[in-house]
């Protein structure tokens, strides 16, 4: 997606260690523009699949899950993120490591909001490792759905989650693909062809 990756380029800064900072459009600061088109274009890639709803984690997948479902005509849910957790009986739960804070998580989808059968698209700001997307589909499972796919806003190339992903049978559609940070440079994987 061109207008993804022109804004990567020019407003997109390496901190070491992998991470990517992208704060002046999708982390900090949104751009509404960018993210109806984010939502257009994943609408477009999962045209014909029958999505009834659209899930994220908070709080940088928000935007463009909203945008998404929006476009798809369903609800969004976002996936709650908490430290620790004791009550479980109406939500379901998985624990999550985050690559960029080094820490686990217990992300929480309340029981009401996924019905078995429903057809659910996960949408995300990163894949790195896969941690995240692999909580939220176990999530859709535990509650007797199917994953349709995963939408991702910028896929980080270099590290496992997309491969990960797609040998667990997932369908991974990235808008996005970074292949390397080093040195402060941001390259993109070629095969895009946009
Ligand atoms: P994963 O779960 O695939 O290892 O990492 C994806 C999650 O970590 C995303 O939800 C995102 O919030 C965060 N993340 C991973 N890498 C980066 C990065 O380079 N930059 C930012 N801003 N977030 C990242």
Known sequence: MELLRQKVINEGIVL???????????????????????????TRRFAGEEVTKVLT??????????????????????ARKQKSLTLTEDIYVETVYSFTKKESNDITVSKKFIAPGERV?????????????????????????????IG??????????????????????????????EDGRISFVEEEGE
């Not at 992998?18 to 994943?42: A, I, T, Y």
């Not at 984690?57 to 976002?78: D, H, K, R, Y």
Request: net charge negative; aromatic share 8%.
């Open 152 to 181: 991702i806003v910028i896929e980080k190339a270099f590290q496992p989650g997309n491969r990960l992903l797609k040998e667990a049978g997932y369908r991974v559609e990235s808008l996005v693909r970074i292949a390397s940070l």
């Open 57 to 78: 984690i908070e709080s940088s997948g928000i935007a463009p899950g909203i945008m998404t479902a929006l476009e798809l005509e369903v609800p969004l849910i976002f």
């Open 121 to 149: 698209l996960i949408v995300d700001d990163f894949l790195a490792n896969g941690e995240a997307a692999f909580g939220l589909a176990r999530i859709v499972e535990q509650a007797g759905g199917t994953v349709i796919g």
């Open 16 to 42: 070491g260690q992998g991470v990517l900072k992208v704060d002046s459009f999708l982390n900090h600061q949104m751009d509404p523009f960018l993210m109806r088109e984010v939502g257009r274009e994943f």
